[in-house]
């Protein structure tokens, strides 16, 4: 319970919380994959919902995005959207390594 002395604490501690919170779901952060045939792509990454489905834009440089979403284990991707197989599966991974680290950050 928070009495009236310390509610600004709170408040405190509530906008800090708030702030942790939309930077770790809003920051686009640019990365780099591995391709099967060898090379290299950076991509930019954003976290968002839709409804009610935690998804994942994906930007390549050449200005073409994709969403992408977790069902179980596996990655998945829009009707509308082009990605092969090991490219799906190589930029779920980078995905996976960022969930696992936000949960090690979790307050």
Partial sequence: ???????PIAIFK?????????YLTVKSME??????DG????????SAYFKAWH?????????KAVM?????????QRNEDYLDAHVLSAIGTCIDKIIFRRKRMAF
Avoid at 31 to 36: E, T
Avoid at 39 to 46: A, C, D, G
């Fill in 1 to 7: 319970m928070v009495t009236f002395i310390n509610w």
């Fill in 14 to 22: 509530l906008y800090e919380r708030l702030l942790r919170a939309l």
């Fill in 31 to 36: 990365y780099k994959i591995k391709l099967a």
């Fill in 39 to 46: 090379t290299l792509q950076i991509i930019k990454i954003t």
């Fill in 55 to 63: 998804v994942w834009n994906v930007r390549f440089d050449d200005g």
């Fill in 68 to 76: 992408l979403f977790k069902l179980g284990s596996e990655w998945m």
